[in-house]
């Protein structure tokens, strides 16, 4: 891979079974959010480094062998994407173990995403975890903020208020995935499948600050078709400047 500066790369998947059509549009809406915030975190007390912007084709639908074609001809470093569902962490996961073997996952997520499979599916965002979990290592694979699942699913599942478990179980190097689903419908109502009992913006904040750096990361599932997309745009896009400013840090 390709060294160079960091790169927020736009995966725009969006798979056949979403109950709502939308997390493909999701950059655009990102990008104006971007336009409203400042570019400087008083959480962090640093500006935003400076990035590059690249779009994967995704108009092959679910061709996940496109999308990890393309993400190794791209090259990174470190790197934010930006989804799209939550397949996109599939192929992105699949060219990052080739750099680091022993990468774990810290997975956000108001659900565990472990079916094995899901209408008729192997691969869909309600899978997503198990096949990481066969690609890394179910040890690998730490979910926390769930809220919802059926009994099949398990793995290294933690609550919101199992925080400190969680970051027991990590290791370095990490990738972080980050459903938007895992914030409060009341916070972020711009989510495919909203979940009841999720947290807020600050709980967030403060698990980003006590986390070690992580060598890359992803946002996904924000589908601003589902509910009054601008304070939702500007979220994600406060989020985004957030885990740039971590990625980039020294
Ligand atoms: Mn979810």
Redesign the pocket.
Known sequence: MGRGKIKVIVIPHQGEDNLHKGVATAWQHIKLGLESIEDYSVYQERWMPDWDEVIVDCKSGDDLESIATQLMEIGFDSAIFIGGD?LITYPILKCLVQRYPGLYVLHI???A?RRDTYCGRKFSYATVMRRVEELLGGERVITLGYRSLVPEEGGKLFRWDELTEAIEELRTPYYLSI?M?VFDPSVFPCVT?PEPGGIRFDEFMKLLMRLPKFVAADIV?FNPHVATWWPSSVFVATILREMLIKVAAE
Do not use: S
């Open positions: 939550h997520d108001a659900h995403d459903d689903d499948h599932e």
